[in-house]
């Protein structure tokens, strides 16, 4: 397995990329390819005692750096040796089984649509975050790639979004739920309304688990392995738990930072603190998958340190060798409406 | 001030909500009108030793209660002998300062809209419950009213929440958001590309204090005063935020209850737990205010004990004793578009 990994993404690139590959590699034995500039890449790697490229680690060179200040509908056209269209050529060409990236979500999102592209049949490419919910994760399918959405983009983030929990998370019969604001069929925007009977239909047809509409608390609680919503909701959802999970964790800091006595309570639980906090990182599941793609494509947080980075390559390998976009492909007819417009 | 309290509404009526206006009725001096029945109100004071009906407390008899089971819509007019239908008359002949029951949400509004009817004016009637944010609390309007929302609804949220914010919680010149995923004014749904300019507008005359697109996340964090939204994403909001809440109480409630040594940490930090309990405690609130409705109505939680009931009440004589409501009514003008069909 090798996996291509944007060396100059992100907010701690070049470092948190170049360290996370070595201990991938180090860890997993995965192949990586660092692309970014040369000899970037390989003064992170001095500076951590790294003299020699290790095997199974090579460098794309590519002279150029996405900015979070570059248009990112355009940023992967404009800059043809960014490290981010150099990477997604090589994942095209087929050098590297995978791609990560932690630069902009829009230009890698841009880029893998328009240089590695879509699966045939597919819509849009949704961004497929694993949240984590009372039943170890939730796949939330769209959290904010495609805020205007017709029904058919509902029904593909429904099948693919079953596919990636069965075949990535390991999940059985994975249950699929429509972010809604109430059970009963008739709740929700027409989005919803429209979506709920094509949903329906999937599941009579044995080809999802589609349990029905999953209110927001319901789904933050484990109710379902796959949370269904445009990417408008979607991004609500994802960040007002962030928010909340940032917030709460902040008043637990002030309130064992309060005192000796409270400083002492820290100490004592603080085994259990450190899971508490795990259940809280994005950088623990590693990155957002990018389903929709006809390779697999990883978006690791922005804020991704090495041990992100390591796990989002992890991540990218297990989705790369799960068989996922094969099953799609496979699949393709059931998630069309007959009223769609051929691609 | 005299608070119409429904006494028959809620998970734990008719305890919770007598108990809470005996409470409110010793500690604020508030008057209140249970509204019931009867004989199951008086039994609830007798087994808590209150032989005699209190000074400041009344009831008024209604034999007919609303079940979760009725239909919303109609409950209020086929029960017309219900707590909900009776007390909400009561309001609207001005017997009482405001009305404050914790049964259906559907009925509630539904009965409030056409028993009390709405400022004249408003378009909907919404849901603005108070929040627990980084900044001590974010009125949220709407959360689940009016799913579908044409831009007018959004700018009189925007309106009410600024005014609610003002004069019930007492924020200066109040800094309104429109929820959204993302903070440039091109981002969201139809919906919110056409709120923004509006709220611009309002905020470039001087009648509210826009701050513009605001992520979920920074809303928890308390950036705004006052969250905008639609109710369907309200709802995503609301109920992530309480999810969450629920989800990560459970966790810390784990990872101190794990063996000696954490439950004694759980001690050591006691003071800090309750506070911290108080936080994610919908309770302390009270309750919703419904915003639009001509006079005072407050929306307790359906599970409301005697503290929380309590806490509304005295949320419904603050809302009564504010202003809120003419201050509306004085300013319908400049919450109206042009184009609005006149009522």
């Known amino acids: 397995m090798k996996i291509i990994v944007d060396a ?19 860890e997993y034995g995965t192949q990586v390819i660092l692309v970014g ?25 590519a002279s150029q750096v996405i900015e979070m200040c570059d248009d990112p509908a355009f940023a992967f056209r404009e800059k043809k040796d960014s490290s981010l ?9 087929g050098d590297g089984d995978a791609f990560v990236s932690a630069g902009s979500t829009g230009a890698l999102l ?32 769209d959290c904010g790639a495609n805020v205007k959405c017709p029904p058919e983009y509902l029904l593909q983030f429904a099948f693919m979004g079953s596919y990636y929990a069965q ?22 925007t027409d ?30 609680e484990g109710a379902v392995d796959v ?11 994802l960040k007002t738990m962030e928010g909340t999970g940032m917030f709460l964790a902040r008043e637990m800091k002030k ?8 400083k002492l309570a820290a100490v004592l639980v603080s085994g259990g603190l450190k899971n508490f906090k795990k259940l809280m990182d994005s950088g623990e599941v590693g990155g957002t998958a990018l389903l929709g793609i006809s390779k697999p494509v990883i978006k690791a947080h922005g804020s991704s340190n090495d041990y992100a980075m390591k796990n989002a390559i992890r991540q990218a390998a297990s989705f790369a060798a799960s068989g996922l976009i094969e099953d799609i492909t496979a699949h393709i007819e059931e998630m069309r409406l007959p009223a769609a417009p051929k691609e």
């Open 167 to 188: 075949k990535v998370l390991g999940r059985e019969n994975p249950k699929v739920g429509l972010l809604n604001n109430g059970v009963e069929p008739s709740k929700g």
């Open 110 to 141: 841009s880029g893998a649509t328009l240089v590695t592209k879509r699966i045939k049949g597919i819509r849009r490419a949704a961004l497929a975050p694993v949240v984590p919910t009372g039943n170890g994760g939730a796949v939330l399918i």
């Open 8 to 26: 100059m993404g992100g907010d701690n690139a070049p470092k948190a990329p170049v360290l996370g590959a070595l201990q991938a590699n180090k």
């Open 85 to 93: 269209t150099v990477g997604l050529e090589l994942l095209k060409k």
């Open 191 to 220: 989005l919803q309304v429209e979506v709920y009977p094509l949903l329906q239909k999937a599941a009579e047809n044995g080809r999802i688990n589609f349990v029905g509409n999953v209110e927001a608390r319901e789904a933050v």
């Open 227 to 237: 949370i269904v919503a445009d990417g408008y909701s979607g991004n609500i959802f």
């Open 37 to 61: 500039r040369g000899e970037e890449i390989l003064q992170v790697m001095k500076d951590n005692g790294v003299e020699q490229l290790p095997a199974g680690i090579e460098i794309a060179h």
């Open 255 to 262: 309130m064992f930072k309060k005192n000796f006595v409270t």
